[in-house]
């Protein structure tokens, strides 16, 4: 059983930058993908980027792609997001999730998730 805790979301003016970071337990943390979701007001879920276990391989969505980084450190079972450039269309409460195995765009496939950590952008 994997726990998934996020943090470092704050309100920001647009063009500055944040970074999240996912603090995991409880398994062996490079067995798992390691995945950044977002949820705004009054929309689905939505992936925002995936890394593999092993770091090498990653993912995002064409939204973030280029402003957003996704990495891990599997010596200190985190994940981070570090997300530059930000628009007021980045405003969401952001969460991170893992699973076994691949890489994955979709939310259900994720087994475990963080509490959530909120992201406002102002423009």
């Known amino acids: 059983q994997v726990q998934l805790v996020d943090s470092g979301g704050g309100l920001v003016q647009a063009g500055d930058s944040l970074r999240l970071s996912c603090a995991a337990s409880?398994?062996?943390?490079?067995?798992?993908?390691g995945g950044w979701f977002r949820q705004a007001p009054g929309k689905e879920r939505e992936f925002v980027a995936a890394?593999?276990?092993?770091?090498?391989?990653?993912k995002y969505a064409v939204s973030v792609k280029g402003r957003f980084t996704i990495s891990r450190d599997n010596a200190k079972n985190t994940v981070s997001l570090q997300m530059n450039s930000l628009k007021a269309e980045d405003t969401a409460v952001y969460y991170c999730?893992?699973?076994?195995?691949?890489?994955?765009?979709?939310?259900?496939?994720?087994?475990?998730w963080g509490q959530g950590t909120q992201v406002t952008v102002s423009s």
């Open positions: 409880g398994g062996t943390f490079s067995n798992y993908v």
């Open positions: 999730a893992a699973k076994l195995f691949y890489v994955s765009v979709d939310s259900s496939a994720y087994s475990y």
């Open positions: 890394i593999s276990g092993s770091g090498l391989s990653t």
